[in-house]
């Protein structure tokens, strides 16, 4: 299973901005505060002044063109999610940033590339349609008043993509509302999540620096800034961005919990196991229970963090809560080879919410695992049609190849082949995308570019995660004794991993440290015999050579 990320965790009811009043506090437009000021990047107050696009004031426009963090029409972003002009701008951007990704080292048939193009191109724009935000036609809205606007807890329960055009309509309406420009960059950063669409991030940022403009240093949108940095696995900048809007708000809970996300990204663990009791005495709740048992986790203490899930899903009341509290315990399960219990918790899951992808990934996971190929198949490949992601499509290849059918290696290149055109685009929204392109490549890419990244992410941060990405990128390029050092970090926090044991002892085999390669080959196989189609395949193979030797 892939690290397990903590930006999905719904938004609470908590959260509700309130009506902006400009003379409230002293953080009204033309305040002299600067924490959400030029002095970090974000627009004066001056410089936020509603436009208007296509008539309307103040508001992005979703049909083409949207609103640059000044005000005015950005003309030549032409992303936008409604209106056909907009979609088939989009369409041709993103085909060509693939393509042109994919030019120089691919193995894969062209055939095959355009048609992953082709296939990534619609994913990411199939659902527009849907959430396009002027709806009728029209060149007028209707006002909706600040009572009737959506809170980030209601969109987390409710239709996030209805619930975006619920809020672009208050806002052509109300210009001026801070809360709900905060609460819209938000929502886009749930979009681009869950639609595994990274163009959502700019229009969140522009969103998020509308609301800064408007209120300097209003903590929603410091909030939202640090979960945005988070999604872009910017880390430091997700911590310094949740620290200034916790100066404001020590009880702001998107900033408690952004901030554990990042200490625990930044390989901080003693850190953020304090964050993680900071919030707890704060803001007590399902977002900040799911962060405690990971903490929990990552120093190998299954036993309180499996704990801990069953009484945040005991205490789940909404739908969205208790579909991803269940899918937790689910990964949980499963990352300890308990696939029944996984299966079990993901079926939870999933009867809370039956699109919920996370769990769909899950679940597909543990049937491979338990053997039923087929049904794992048609899940992965129900998970990335609608999200495309590295993970999922890494782990469809991998089941392509290790079902080994006619046609079965040319599909799984078409999905290592999606991996690098995410990428490509992952970049091009601002996401920081070198550790999934690191873990993919080094198996099903380039080695030299894995090592490139697996490197720069090093650089960046320091967690169990990346020292296990950096030992397997050396490992393939033939630099095993560099690798070992970094494997034998992946695992000294105590995190149960089978694949980070699996790395280990093909490291320690290749070293000549064929006791401890045994060991730690059997470890991975003893905890979870099912932890990849291809990986365990080829750890049991090793260690059937190095017991044929003894």
Known sequence: MPPRTTDSTPDRPGDRPTSPDPAAGTDAPGS???????????????????????GTPGVEAES???????????????????????????????????????????????????????????ALTGGAVAFGGTGGGGTGVAPVSAAGVLSPGDLARGDLDSGIASLQRHLRAQPRDFGSWATLGVAYVEQARTKGDPSRYPQA??????????????????????ALAAARHDFPGALAHADRALKQNPYNERALCTRIDALVELGRYDDAAEAARAADDKR?????????????????????????????????????????????LGQLAWNQGDHDSALGHYARALAADDEYLPALEGRARAQAARGDRAAAVRGLEQVVARSPL?????????????????????????????VDAWTSLA???????????????????????ALRAARAEWDRRRSVHTADALAWALHVNGRDDEAL?????????????????????????????????????KAALDLNPGFSPLGAREARTALDDLEGNR
């Open 205 to 226: 940022e522009r969103a998020l620096r509308r609301s800064l403009a408007l209120r300097p240093g209003n903590d929603q949108a410091l909030a939202g800034r640090a």
């Open 427 to 449: 970049r091009a929204g601002g996401v920081n995308a070198d550790l999934d392109a690191a873990l993919a490549a080094a198996d099903h890419g380039d080695r030299k570019a």
């Open 390 to 418: 590295p993970g999922p499509l890494v782990a469809l290849g991998e089941l392509y190849e290790d079902r080994g059918g006619d046609g079965d290696r040319a599909r799984a290149g078409d999905q290592y082949a999606l």
């Open 284 to 328: 007590p709740g399902v977002p900040v229970f799911t962060r405690y048992a990971y903490v929990h986790e990552l120093r190998g203490d299954v036993r309180t963090a499996r704990e801990v899930l069953r009484r945040a899903l005991d205490a789940a009341s909404a739908p969205a809560d208790e579909a991803y509290v269940a899918t937790a």
């Open 64 to 122: 083409g063109g949207t609103e640059d963090a000044h005000g005015g029409a950005d003309t030549n972003d032409t992303e936008g999610t409604g209106g056909t002009g907009g979609i088939g701008a989009g369409t041709g951007r993103r085909v060509d940033v693939m393509r042109r990704a994919a030019v120089g080292g691919r193995r894969w048939r062209a055939a095959h590339l355009a048609g992953c193009a082709a296939l990534l191109a619609v």
């Open 32 to 54: 002299t505060e600067r924490t959400g000021g030029a002095a970090d990047g974000t627009p004066d107050a001056t410089e936020g002044t509603p436009g208007a696009v296509d």
């Open 485 to 521: 050092p970094y494997a034998r970090r992946a695992t000294a926090t105590g995190y149960r991993n089978a694949a980070f044991l699996y790395h280990r002892g093909v490291i320690e085999r290749a070293t000549g440290n064929e006791r401890a390669a045994r060991e730690h080959l």
